[in-house]
């Protein structure tokens, strides 16, 4: 069965970076997009951005553009975000999730487990 | 980018009445169109694709719509395990900012 295990909880100071992994397993890592997706303390779900884990290719949410890079390693099945330049209101659950379906346009089907990422000085 | 608006924010039904949301996008997005349900605690859950698909396994009383800029998710009978927060989505894209549903 499809399992995306994230790494643990982080705690970070303002202007600090934090890099989340997700470690994917139960089918082939490359054939299907990986979304980001956070949500702050009490609030809806935000869109950080996809990766392609086969060409590595990226495609980032206007907001985030120059603070997060989304990397892979096809070697260990494990997909990254990174979010540098921390600011308080970064303070979220940071979820992965997997394309239901492969293909380019297709909705979320599963999630990781979220990590909790605090930014407080 | 692609903006997703959502009403009412919340709402609150008795078990049994029929349930409306509805989603506008600020451009048209054809039906690439999701709709998930996340309750307390824990991850989201898909529960309609391509504005209009029902997800395997979800109950049959859950029914989408809508093409273009408007869409809606109908919950045809509330039940009491409905009780969450319910986000569309375009695909590869932003989400709408939520309705909470809660039972009268």
């Known amino acids: 069965q499809v399992q995306l295990v994230q790494s643990g909880a982080e705690v970070k100071k303002p202007g600090a970076s934090v890099k989340v992994s997700c470690k994917a397993s139960?089918?082939?890592?490359?054939?299907?997009?990986m979304h980001w997706v956070r949500q702050a303390p009490g609030q809806g779900l935000e869109w950080m951005g996809w990766i392609n884990p086969n060409s590595g290719g990226t495609n980032y949410a206007q907001k985030f553009q120059g603070r997060v890079t989304m990397t892979r390693d096809t070697s260990i099945s494990t997909a990254y975000m990174e979010l540098s330049r921390l600011r308080s209101d970064d303070t979220a659950v940071y979820y992965c999730?997997?394309?239901?379906?492969?293909?380019?346009?297709?909705?979320?089907?599963?999630w990781g487990q979220g990590t909790l990422v605090t930014v407080s000085s | 980018d692609i903006q997703m608006t959502q009403s009412p924010s919340s709402l609150s039904a008795s078990v049994g009445d029929r349930v409306t949301i509805t989603c506008r996008a600020s451009q048209g997005i054809s039906n690439y169109l999701a709709w998930y349900q996340q309750k307390p605690g824990k991850v989201p859950k898909l529960l309609i694709y391509a504005a209009s698909t029902l997800q395997s396994g979800v109950p049959s009383r859950f029914s989408g719509s809508g093409s273009g800029t408007d869409f809606t998710l109908t919950i045809s009978s509330l039940q009491p395990e409905d009780v969450a927060t319910y986000y569309c989505?375009?695909?590869?894209?932003?989400f709408g900012p939520g309705t909470k549903v809660d039972i009268k």
């Open positions: 999730a997997r394309a239901d379906s492969s293909g380019y346009f297709q909705p979320v089907g599963y």
């Open positions: 989505q375009k695909y590869n894209s932003a």
């Open positions: 139960g089918y082939t890592f490359t054939g299907y997009y």
